[in-house]
């Protein structure tokens, strides 16, 4: 029996695309860097099931099309919609990483200081409703940020003291904005 403490999120099944059970996976890291075809693990029922890749493509830098063995059909690939995909915990998987997008509820109320522009705020909602997860962060002059959910940004997440230290692109303009004026 898979043990969901044994397994790390992955992604979330979309939607079915085409008739012949291909599903859309929206990713949340390099799913298949190391490995062609792992095992994909769905809760169905209340147990974690594990499921056999037979073919993926990429459809885009945060979308595969993956067609699972013995899932035929759109009919049968609609009951994998919505749902959150893990693969087995590897021994070299780092326990101290922040959570991949659809664990970024676990921070809600953290407060998040990026490294060259200091405090942000507070972490008051995550926004799951779009492919990119967003953090929604209520900065000290009371006004709202939002930040998207990258892993590769956090610098160190301490969970005694609920902080994050992130590093932001200079770039994204809509965190640098809020600190002029």
């Not at 079915?16 to 693990?41: M, N, R, S, T, W």
Request: glycine share 8%; net charge negative; proline share 6%.
């Amino acid at each position: 029996m898979i043990r969901k403490e044994d397994t790390r999120p992955v992604g979330r099944f979309t939607k079915p695309h085409g008739i012949k059970g291909e599903l859309g996976l929206a990713i949340a890291c390099d799913l298949f860097q190391g490995e062609d075809y792992p095992v994909l693990i769905c809760e169905m029922e209340g147990i974690l099931v594990p499921f056999f890749v037979e073919a993926y493509r990429s459809k885009s830098s945060s979308v595969l099309l993956i067609k699972l063995e013995n899932v035929d059909s759109e009919e049968v690939a609609r009951r994998f919609t919505n749902r959150q995909v893990y693969v087995l915990r590897q021994a070299s998987d780092d326990d101290d990483d922040p959570p991949s997008p659809e664990g970024w509820n676990a921070y809600k109320g953290y407060t998040v200081s990026d490294r060259t522009q200091g405090l942000l705020g507070r972490i008051t909602a995550i926004d799951e409703t779009t492919a990119n997860t967003l953090l929604q962060i209520s900065d000290p002059r009371g006004r709202e940020i939002l930040l998207p959910g990258v892993r590769e940004w956090i610098l160190e997440a301490n969970h005694e003291t609920k902080h994050l230290e992130v590093v932001i692109p200079s770039g994204l303009s809509c965190i640098n904005d809020s600190f002029t004026g």
